[in-house]
């Protein structure tokens, strides 16, 4: 990660030069500066986001007017990276099978989605419709009634990166980890989701402030990065 910089890395500082004696886990601590710096979202990519979102929301709400629709997933947490898609959960009073069909129609006749892109798993475990916004370019899963533990889930994540400001950072380099490696699906690769992920981090900052070592503000993340690539390494 510390090489010299190149256009393969376009998050380095081209002022910033590397090595001279400086050791490999601070070079580390500042790459991972940069690359969060690089890849967190500008607001015009949260825009970009936030107005598909609503175009989504218009879509459900036409044809159940009663409906609600909440956001859950790494969109609502600020740790989805610029490929992430986005998870969406509409609480409607009662729950049937054919309401993910009446969802995937209506956003094919809405012009909102691609016939070919959109998927509807309803024998799943947690039936979902999956599809590209056909502006945007984002991939949603959405889900019905059955995720309010996903809502509350995001929630906590907020919390806690209240109390870790490095956790973001942690996270979106891992993740960038684990999709380079083909590791970051579940269901498809057998890798580990995003939220097993942030946990993991989470539980590595606990410890690591519970315990008498301290670290500088500028040599932090080094070694946090490394520990918990330690623990995904088996995998990839």
Known sequence: MCDEANPAKPWQLPAVVYGNGIPALCLLHQEIEQFYNYIRSTPTEFCLRA?????????????????????????????????????????????????????????????????????VLDKASVPVVKFTDRISRIRFDVTFNSVASGVQAAELIKDFIRQFPELPKLVMVLKQFLSLHGFNEVYNSGGVSSYALTLMVISFLQQHARSNKRLSDHSKLGPAANSVSRLLRPQV
Do not use: K, M
Not at 74 to 83: A, Q
Not at 94 to 114: A, I, M
């Open 51 to 119: 107005g598909a979102v609503r175009r989504i929301e218009d879509v459900v709400l036409s044809i159940w007017p009663r409906a609600f629709v909440d956001l859950f997933g790494s969109f609502r947490t600020g740790l989805n990276l610029p490929d992430s898609d986005i998870d969406l959960v509409v609480y409607y009073r009662f729950w049937n099978p054919r309401l993910l069909h009446e969802l995937q129609n209506e956003l094919v006749s809405q012009g909102v989605t691609d016939p070919d892109s959109v998927t």
